[in-house]
C-alpha cells in the first residue's frame, strides 16, 4: 500500500473516530480540555476535523468544507461508523461514483454554513485537491447555495480535469459542447468525453459512442461508436441503448442485426424511453427482429403516443387502429396507463 493511500486510510480513520464521539458519545471534559483555550468549533464539528484542516492538510479542508456546505448525517452507532469508513476507503481507492467519501446528507448533525464550507473548499482546491476542485465545480456552475458562475465552474473543472478526475473531465466536456462558462468547442469536448469514457464514467461513454456514430467534433466512425454505445447500454443508459440499437438496426459499423437491436430498444422502452418504445413498435409492425405482432406494436406505439405526442407517433397509431378489435384496443390502453418506467441504476 502506497503512502499516499496509507495518509487517506489514516486520516479517515481519525476523522470517523473522531465523529462517532461526538456524535453517539459525550464524554465529560477532563481538567487538562478545560485549562486549554482552544478555537470555537462550528456546531457539530469534532475537533478532529478542525485541527488537520487548520494546518493545512487538504484532505481535512476538503471533508470539512463538505461537511458545513452540505450538513452532516453523523453515525449513530460505532459499528455504523466503522461501515462508513469502510465504504468510504474503498470507494476511494477505486475513485467510484459522483464523490466517493463518507454518506453527506443535509440537517442531520452538523448545522449547514455555506458561506465557511466554501471557503475550507477553495483552500482545499487552491491546495490542488481534485475532488474539491471538483465540487468547486459543481457549486459554481450549478449555483448551489449561491449565485451560479458557469465560468467559474468550468475553472475548478479544469483543473480537477488535468488531474484525471473523471466526473470533472465529463462536465467539462459538457460546458464545452454547450459553451456554458466557455467558448463552445465540439472538439475539446469529444477530447474531454473520451479521457472520462476511458475511466468508466458510463454518461461519458455514452456521449462519446453518439459522437462518433454522428462525427460531432469527432471523425465519424460508427465502429468505434458501438464499442463505447455498448458499454454504456450494458450498464443501462436508456440513450446509450437506444443509439446502439438503432446503429445494429441500420448494420452501421458492422453488422446488421435485428434481433439485437429489437432487444436493445426494450430495454431502453422498459425505462421510459419514448423514441425505444416508438422503434419497438415499428419492429412489431414489421417483423423485423421479433414476430410481426400489429397488437404489440399498437401498445408500445400507444405508449410512446402518451409520453411524448410527436405527429409521426400518433401517425403510425393510427394506421395500426384498423388492424385490432375494439377489446384489444381497450387492452392496450388499460396496459398504457398501468405501465411504470423501469428504474435505471445510473447514477444521474
Known amino acids: 500500500m502506497n503512502r499516499s493511500v496509507i495518509k487517506v486510510l489514516s486520516l479517515f480513520s481519525g476523522l470517523l473516530a473522531g465523529l462517532w464521539a461526538a456524535g453517539c458519545k459525550e464524554k465529560p471534559a477532563t481538567p487538562e480540555t478545560k485549562t486549554h483555550a482552544t478555537a470555537p468549533l462550528p456546531p457539530g464539528v469534532p475537533r478532529q476535523w478542525l485541527e488537520p484542516a487548520e494546518a493545512g492538510d487538504a484532505e481535512a479542508q476538503y471533508h470539512l468544507g463538505l461537511l458545513l456546505y452540505y450538513g452532516y448525517k453523523t453515525p449513530r452507532t460505532q459499528e455504523e461508523a466503522v461501515e462508513m469508513f469502510q465504504r468510504a476507503v474503498q470507494e476511494r481507492l477505486t475513485g467510484q461514483g459522483h464523490t466517493p467519501r463518507i454518506d453527506y446528507s443535509r440537517n442531520d448533525g452538523v448545522t449547514m454554513n455555506a458561506e465557511e464550507g466554501l471557503k475550507w473548499l477553495r483552500k482545499a482546491g487552491e491546495s490542488g485537491h481534485a475532488w474539491a ?49 466557455v467558448e463552445c468547442n465540439a472538439a475539446e469536448a469529444a477530447k474531454w468525453f473520451r479521457y472520462a469514457a476511458e475511466q468508466g464514467i458510463i454518461h461519458a461513454q455514452y456521449d462519446l459512442g453518439y459522437r462518433l456514430s454522428s462525427g460531432d467534433g469527432v471523425p465519424k466512425n460508427p465502429e468505434e461508436a458501438r464499442v ?66 400489429f397488437y404489440e406494436a399498437y401498445k408500445w406505439v400507444n405508449l410512446a403516443v402518451a409520453r411524448a405526442p410527436q405527429p409521426y407517433y400518433k401517425t403510425f397509431r393510427k394506421s395500426l387502429e384498423d388492424r385490432l378489435s375494439p377489446g384489444q384496443l381497450q387492452e392496450a390502453g388499460r396496459w398504457a396507463t398501468a405501465f411504470v418506467p423501469r428504474k435505471s441504476n445510473l447514477i444521474p
Open 133 to 181: 476542485q471538483y465540487h468547486l465545480g459543481d457549486i459554481y456552475a450549478n449555483g448551489k447555495g449561491i449565485p451560479a458562475d458557469p465560468k467559474e465552474g468550468a475553472r475548478w473543472y479544469l483543473k480537477a480535469a488535468e488531474k484525471g478526475n473523471g466526473w470533472s473531465q465529463y462536465h467539462l466536456a459538457h460546458m464545452l459542447a454547450k459553451g456554458t462558462g
Open 228 to 293: 463505447w454505445l455498448h458499454k454504456a447500454a450494458e450498464a443501462d443508459h436508456s440513450w446509450a441503448q437506444f443509439n446502439l440499437a438503432v446503429l445494429l438496426l441500420e448494420g452501421s459499423g458492422g453488422p446488421r442485426n435485428p434481433e439485437d437491436a429489437a432487444k436493445w430498444f426494450e430495454q431502453s422502452a422498459q425505462q421510459g424511453n419514448a423514441e425505444s418504445q416508438y422503434m419497438l413498435g415499428t419492429m412489431y409492425a414489421r417483423g423485423q427482429g421479433v414476430p410481426r405482432d
